[in-house]
């Protein structure tokens, strides 16, 4: 074992990142308030993997996608168990971010020289929410169905470019197979990816300049 630690180790200089890590310091006035970032993360993470878990059974299509979640809640092995840790884990993200967006606004953390990590943040923020908008109609129930319909009809108000819009978001003039693909592709391959690169922005650009000071 340890002729394959060392055999990583000369290449990739594992314990000299392990120490970079372990040594980083953290300020004295850092509590409980400074964690709700990374419960953001936790959540993220079991959103992935809940998520992904479902994929193996939800079908999406307009005349599937309901029976197919009442099949992973009543007939798959612990499927109640994982939509469940899916849909509270999400509600925990969303809470969290909120908190974490105040903390770090209570504490001047969007000052110089981070201003720049304030806007990923944010950007984050806006992510989370579109995240809670596009799974809400994947069970294509009546809540569903008419909480997209009410979204994507939002545009329409834009002039000029607001009928538009809507067709972009919809896939056609009215709500429908469509947009539940595209709702589906957006919730479980785009979005996921465009907040990882953010996410790891952000955490690169904390680590560079540290966590800011006290209230």
């Not at 392990?18 to 006035?29: L, T």
């Not at 979204?151 to 919809?170: C, S, W, Y």
Request: glycine share 8%; with cysteine; aromatic share 14%.
């Amino acid at each position: 074992m340890g002729k394959v630690y060392d055999w990583f180790e000369e290449r990739l200089e594992i314990q000299a990142i392990a120490d970079d890590i372990s040594s980083k310091y953290v300020p004295p006035h850092v509590n409980i308030f400074y964690c709700f970032g990374g419960i953001v993360f936790t959540c993220f993470i079991l959103q992935v993997a809940s998520g992904f878990a479902m994929t193996f059974y939800y079908r999406p299509t307009v005349t599937e996608a309901f029976s197919s979640v009442e099949y992973i809640m009543t007939d798959v092995n612990f499927g109640w168990l994982v939509r469940s840790v899916h849909r509270w884990s999400a509600s925990m993200m969303v809470l969290s971010m909120i908190l974490h967006c105040f903390r770090v606004y209570l504490t001047g953390g969007f000052k110089r020289p981070r201003e720049l990590t304030w806007v990923t943040g944010v950007l984050l923020a806006v992510l989370t929410v579109s995240f809670g908008v596009t799974g809400y109609s994947l069970p294509w129930d009546q809540v569903g169905f008419w909480a997209v319909k009410i979204v994507t009809g939002v545009p329409d108000a834009i002039p000029v470019v607001g009928t538009a819009l809507v067709e972009a978001l919809r896939g056609d003039v009215s709500v429908g197979q469509n947009t539940l693909t595209r709702f589906y592709s957006l919730h479980t391959f785009v979005l996921p990816l465009v907040t990882a690169v953010v996410m790891l922005i952000h955490f690169l650009m904390i680590r560079k300049q540290g966590i800011s000071g006290p209230l």
